[in-house]
């Protein structure tokens, strides 16, 4: 089934995007509007980070010092990667139900509206109990950036900024990727979340400790080691391992760049391949 063409005409851009974001607003009054549930959503989506960050310093308690990295050094790189990732998932995290409208046939309703059918899946939805996730990153990054000793320079500051926005689109790309490969797969979000949850994951860790086969999936196929490995080397002063050196902190937007070929690629070929839902 192919993607509706929409002719644009003159419209300028802030009119064509008026429809998603009065989609945006009225999901995120919807959400405000149940003020206790939404408290508990983001309190408890606060208590999984809390968790998790929990995770990395129990490890960095028992070896103090794990792939060259002390555990104040690493809190850097949990911080970028748990706020570019929140801040992915709060905007583009509900791809993730492409699964349920290809199984219930929902999604030739996005067919039937002037809009992109990729845009609309992206602005159906927004998980404001991200932001407490995206609100763990800041402060963890505020930590860490208070504890190390940065020489810190116009450069450094510019690598900062980005390797925040840089390493946000990377995950936004990997969602999308993820929305892509659901057309071709039965019952494989669990497959696809292996990368993009699993890539969170590892861009939390020293990829100094990684085997070669996994530098090679996640550090050049799925670049989570740009998303906050290789800019904390950077901005820390660190040398980097063999494959990753220091250097390529600078290459963060090339990696966000290569990540969304990708998945607008996967997009692509699988809108092309989907024949509806038979309804």
Known sequence: MAEPVVHQGSVGPVTRLAPYRAVLAARVRAQRSYRSNFLIDLGSSLLVGFVELAEVWILFHNVHVLGGF???????????????????DLFFGHCDNLPTYLRAGTLDVFYLRPQPVLMQLITSEISLRRLSRAGLGVGSIVIALALNDID???????????????????????????AGLQFFLVSGAELTNAFVYGGRYAATQPAAVWSRPIKVVFGFLFPMAFTAYLPA????????PQWLPAGLAWCTPLA????????????????????????
Request: charged share 5%; no cysteine; hydrophobic share 65%.
């Open 152 to 178: 810190w320079s116009a450069a450094r500051v510019a690598l900062l900024v980005l390797a925040l926005v840089s390493a946000t689109a990377t995950f936004a790309a990997l969602f999308v990727w993820a």
């Open 233 to 240: 080397l950077e901005l820390l002063g660190l040398p980097g």
């Open 70 to 88: 002390t555990f104040v050094q690493i809190l850097l790189v949990f911080g970028i990667a748990d706020f570019s990732f929140a801040l992915a």
């Open 256 to 279: 966000a760049l290569w990540s969304w070929g990708m998945a607008l690629g996967t997009w692509r070929v699988g809108m092309r391949h989907y024949q509806g839902g038979g309804g």
